[in-house]
């Protein structure tokens, strides 16, 4: 799946707004997490400190589309995926809600 900076931003652009993030993370914020439901009730969560740039290289994406076109009908609207985990297991397609 092909990524673009406005993809990778969406879930983390979210996350800072509503929680301290940097410097200002620390002690019981580093417990922050935000949690992702699809459509069908799978969850997956994600700790703050996991997409922070001033703690972790690695990204989580929120995709709307892939190689250049729309989602497939059985992943939209939005689909997360965390590309450099081994494990495909906290990727969710048909993003419902996300929450922290």
Known sequence: M??????RACLWLRCSRQQPIGEKMRGANMASYILAVA?????VVFALAEMD???NDSKVLV??????????AGQVPFRIVAPQEK????SI????????
């Open 2 to 7: 092909a990524s673009s900076p406005a993809m």
């Open 87 to 90: 494990r495909a297991a906290r």
């Open 63 to 72: 995709a709307y589309a892939a190689n250049g076109k729309p989602l497939p």
């Open 39 to 43: 459509k069908d009730g799978y969850r």
């Open 53 to 55: 740039p001033t703690f």
């Open 93 to 100: 397609r048909m993003l419902h809600e996300s929450r922290s």
